[in-house]
């Protein structure tokens, strides 16, 4: 599976854990992905989309029409 939101487009970033001693370790940040379905009305189909927790809430304030539109304008393939 992808660690890419398909809506935010949310990758993993990199950092350090550090320790009570202070010693440093590399470490990444993965975003929170889930692999979400959902119905869309004008493709009379549902869609399965990797999504972000901050993917559904901007699904859920703009409505899924209108962020599927956006993602086809990127020219991706849903």
Known sequence: ???????????P??????SHSNRR????FDPNIQSKRFF????GRTVRLQVSAKGLRTI????????????RA?????
């Open 60 to 71: 859920d304030r703009h409505g899924i029409e209108a962020v599927v539109a956006r993602i």
């Open 40 to 43: 869309v009305p004008s493709l």
């Open 25 to 28: 370790s590399p470490r990444r």
């Open 1 to 11: 599976m992808s660690t890419r939101c398909q809506v935010t487009g949310a990758v």
């Open 13 to 18: 970033s990199f950092g350090r854990s550090v």
């Open 74 to 78: 990127r020219g991706e393939k849903i």
